[in-house]
């Protein structure tokens, strides 16, 4: 076992293992060691900037989920943009499932808003699912506020997949989007510019939000369409 696995395996926790194992499907359950979050961050953030963490960094592809989970987290303490972003490009081939995609927001990637929405273009447009998911994730987190342009959501509308969780992102950024630019949004339901799967678990992700208004949760019901 290398020293890192030795200290994972040291935060194990046998419970939640078996849990947090039946929420991903795409990951061997023989992969999972069983380590919470808190416990895992707090690992990432001894471990930043050691001659440790570089090496284990530079040891791809990793064997233990929660070696991926380190992994993203330790990009997450990068505070420069262009490392940050050249340890993303090189971990996102090896993200396989939709909890390591997800933990991953390294604040870094506000530095240079431009040049990250290039790349978003870029994964956008991958084979990898992962790499579209985040791509999608980057694009919600970042460009539906101040930054947003409607043109920004054509590009998640214009991306067809089959892959389960790389639809179920292109609902939750709708989704979001509806909370957060309503307008410019519900035309795509309006005019049915989603697959139909998307479309309905758009609306159903909108109607479960806090933050969408009662008035335009009975509208969007209106708008589901038949599968």
């Known amino acids: 076992m290398t020293e890192i696995q030795q200290r ?21 359950k023989a992969l999972v060691i069983g380590v919470r979050m808190p416990a895992l961050r707090a690992l990432a953030k001894e471990l930043k900037g ?18 991926n989970n380190l992994h993203a987290a330790l990009i997450g303490h990068i505070r420069d943009f262009q490392p940050c972003l050249t340890a993303l490009e090189r971990f996102l081939p090896y993200v396989d499932n939709w909890a ?31 790499t579209v998911r985040f791509g999608m994730e ?23 997949s089959e892959e389960y969780y790389v639809r179920m992102m292109q609902a939750w950024y709708f989704a979001t989007a509806l909370a957060k630019q309503y307008e410019a949004a ?33 509208y969007l019901k209106s708008l589901k369409v038949s599968q």
């Open 138 to 160: 980057m694009l919600m987190n970042h460009f539906l506020e101040e930054d947003f342009r409607e043109e920004y959501l054509a590009l998640v509308a214009s991306v067809r």
């Open 50 to 67: 050691t001659e440790l963490a570089a090496d284990f960094m530079a040891a791809l592809p990793h064997k233990y989920y929660e070696e």
């Open 100 to 130: 390591t995609c997800d933990m991953m927001n390294p604040r870094a990637l506000a530095k240079d808003k431009a040049a990250l929405l290039e790349h978003i273009r870029l994964w956008l447009q991958s084979s990898h699912t992962y």
């Open 186 to 218: 519900v035309t795509y339901l309006e005019q049915r510019r989603l697959g139909a799967w998307v479309h309905n678990k758009t609306i159903q992700k909108a109607r479960e939000s806090f933050r969408v208004s009662q008035e335009q949760k009975e």
């Open 8 to 28: 994972l395996f040291a935060l194990q926790d046998a419970g939640y293992r078996d849990f947090h194992a039946a929420l991903m499907p795409t990951v061997d």
